[in-house]
């Protein structure tokens, strides 16, 4: 237990008696000493749940010398004239300790169990990020690594149709392994607090011109509705670049063949808010699942092993906390799931009279 929790406990167990004394004693015919017994061992209880059994022993002593000479006749001696109340005080100081102690054998259990929980909760990411490491990532790199010795092999004539081929498959493995890369980076910066972020008006077009430029996305292979006089939305450019790319790769990986996912956004409210939806027409998500998805390594429903590690709604959670917004999933009508994020808009200058 800490020093400081332990003078605090001490504190407790000096003060505390020390103002009951003059709130008990002009009730001491209304109120036995079994009632003052009880009120002084709550004391000693306050004082072992903040400073430990020390403090409780202390809050025990003194406050049986307090109950001997104000509350047991003959009232200001230390002298006790009936025996029943020799024995009440010292079963007082005897439970009081006992109580003490038991408090804090259970407090310190509540903090190993904590703890315990904590460990078990890095021990479940730790084995999911290793399995994470032994698949996912590895997949990639030994597909580009395929790629690339057949280019450079000089035992096999390679035609340029499968030159080119082979230069697209390593290309794509680079592109996916840098993404998962990428997450992970973000997660333990986030997971560790490390996250930069410099918050001012950007204009919302921009960000999610260069988030599809940075998917590659092909033409019509995702639909944006963003209008033209939307308010810039006050954030950090860098981390809403990242969360658009996630939401929108979200999108694509469950979007069916000829529906590609949507994009758009709109002013909210009284203004003061702009509300971008990434909107797919996939399996969507249950609703008693809406929180799990953004827990890491979750891919509810995804059986593609090669699309990701289950990080890209964790991390778009993440990122858009660090930027004061919002991230809430909803259902697509007519089936789908519906990402909304909500960002504050730049205030509007006020029109001269």
Do not use: C, Y
């Not at 919302?204 to 995702?222: I, M, N, Q, T, Y």
């Not at 939307?230 to 979007?255: C, I, K, M």
């Not at 509300?275 to 998805?293: H, Q, T």
């Amino acid at each position: 237990m800490s020093r400081q929790r332990r003078v605090g406990g001490l504190v407790v167990a000096v003060l505390a008696p020390l103002l009951l004394v003059p709130v008990l004693v002009p009730l001491r015919d209304q109120v036995n000493l079994a009632s003052d017994v009880a009120l002084f061992l709550v004391v000693v209880v306050a004082s072992a749940l903040v400073g430990g059994p020390g403090p409780a022993v202390v809050a025990a002593v003194l406050g049986a010398t307090l109950l001997n000479f104000w509350f047991t006749p003959p009232f200001h001696t230390f002298a006790i004239d009936d025996a029943n109340n020799v024995v009440a005080l010292i079963a007082f100081v005897v439970v009081a300790v006992m109580v003490g102690w038991v408090v804090d054998l259970a407090a310190r259990r509540a903090e190993a169990a904590a703890a315990a929980a904590g460990i078990e909760a890095a021990d479940r990411v730790r084995a999911a990020l290793l399995t994470a490491v032994g698949h996912d990532l590895r997949t990639p790199l030994a597909a580009a690594k395929a790629s690339v010795s057949g280019l450079r092999s000089t035992d096999v004539s390679v035609s340029p149709q499968d030159h080119d081929d082979l230069l697209a498959t390593a290309d794509d493995a680079l592109d996916r392994l840098a993404a998962l890369v990428g997450n992970l980076l973000d997660m333990s910066r986030l997971q560790a607090g490390a996250m930069p972020v410099r918050l001012r008006p950007v204009a919302l077009g921009d960000v999610l011109a260069s988030a599809l430029d940075d998917l590659g996305v092909a033409p019509r292979g995702v639909v944006v509705d963003v209008p033209d006089d939307l308010p810039a939305v006050v954030t950090d450019p860098g981390l809403l670049e990242r969360v658009l790319v996630n939401l929108v790769a979200n999108a694509q990986r469950f979007s069916p063949a000829g529906r590609p996912p949507l994009v758009r956004a709109a002013v909210a409210g009284d203004g003061s808010t702009v509300v971008v939806e990434v909107v797919d027409r996939g399996p969507g998500i249950a609703a008693e699942d809406a929180e799990r998805v953004f827990q890491p390594f979750q891919r509810l429903g995804d059986t593609d092993n090669s699309t990701g590690i289950g990080l890209g709604l964790a991390v778009a959670r993440g990122l858009t906390d660090a930027v004061d917004g919002d991230l809430v999933p909803g259902r697509t009508a007519g089936g789908g799931l519906t990402m909304t994020l909500s960002l504050p808009a730049e205030p509007r200058t006020g029109e001269s009279s």
